[in-house]
T-cell receptor, first 118, second 109 residues
Framework: EAGVAQSPRYKIIEKRQSVAFWCNPI?????LYWYQQILGQGPKLLIQ????????DSQLPKDRFSAERLKGVDSTLKIQPAKLEDSAVYLC????????????????FGPGTRLTVL | GQSLEQPSEVTAVEGAIVQINCTYQ??????LSWYQQHDGGAPTFLSY????GLEETGRFSSFLSRSDSYGYLLLQELQMKDSASYFC??????????FGAGTRLFVKA
């Protein structure tokens, strides 16, 4: 079974530039998550999709971050314009349908995109 | 606000047993997960507790007490390769997942 794919793996940009990250979840996984992980901290949920609908985006800085999941499969996260504090690893994860009774909410993570903003 | 508390660092020797505690305060609770993350790698799933009690998977076990808002991860027969960061994560109301800040485990020879 193929895992969660992300690209690019690394990105270096200057502040005020724009950047986009792409994620392709495991086939059949209805739920897709974007996390931001700053060095030395735990992953922070930015946005969670159930199919192509947003379940939670309460911690997404909507003035500069946007995300979409067209057709309920792959997803794109964009930052425009970037700030120095956006330097982090952006992790995409997916899991089976989150609705109903959850017996085992295993999330499968992609390798992440390491963003450096100069 | 919602929060999870876990120790920042733990050190143990090869072959020993170590317990990493996690206390949580959340709006709604469905379950507690544990993830392992090696430096430069992605988090990988270890266990999930939705009900009170102990879940065992090989050398790793995880415990949950919903009444105490508390859980722990138990690692037995420690190996050098277990040196990593360990995160507890809560599934809260609205199916939102919140991660703790992580516990860095150092295993010494």
């Amino acid at each position: 079974e193929a895992g969660v794919a992300q690209s690019p793996r690394y990105k270096i940009i200057e502040k005020r530039q724009s950047v986009a990250f792409w994620c392709n979840p495991i086939s059949g996984h209805a739920t897709l998550y974007w996390y931001q992980q700053i060095l030395g901290q735990g992953p922070k949920l930015l946005i969670q999709f159930q199919n192509n609908g947003v379940v939670d985006d309460s911690q997404l800085p909507k003035d500069r971050f946007s995300a979409e999941r067209l057709k309920g499969v792959d997803s794109t996260l964009k930052i425009q314009p970037a700030k120095l504090e956006d330097s982090a690893v952006y992790l995409c994860a997916s899991s089976l349908d989150r609705t109903g009774i959850i017996i085992n909410n295993e999330q499968f993570f992609g390798p992440g995109t390491r963003l450096t903003v100069l | 606000g919602q929060s999870l508390e876990q120790p920042s660092e733990v050190t143990a020797v090869e072959g020993a047993i170590v317990q990493i505690n996690c206390t949580y305060q959340t709006s709604g609770f469905y379950g507690l997960s544990w993830y392992q993350q090696h430096d430069g790698g992605a988090p990988t799933f270890l266990s999930y507790n939705a009900l009170d009690g102990l879940e065992e998977t090989g050398r790793f076990s995880s415990f949950l007490s919903r009444s105490d808002s508390y859980g722990y991860l138990l690692l037995q027969e420690l190996q050098m390769k277990d040196s990593a960061s360990y995160f507890c994560a809560c599934d809260t109301g609205g199916f939102k997942t919140i991660f703790g800040a992580g516990t860095r485990l150092f295993v010494k020879a």
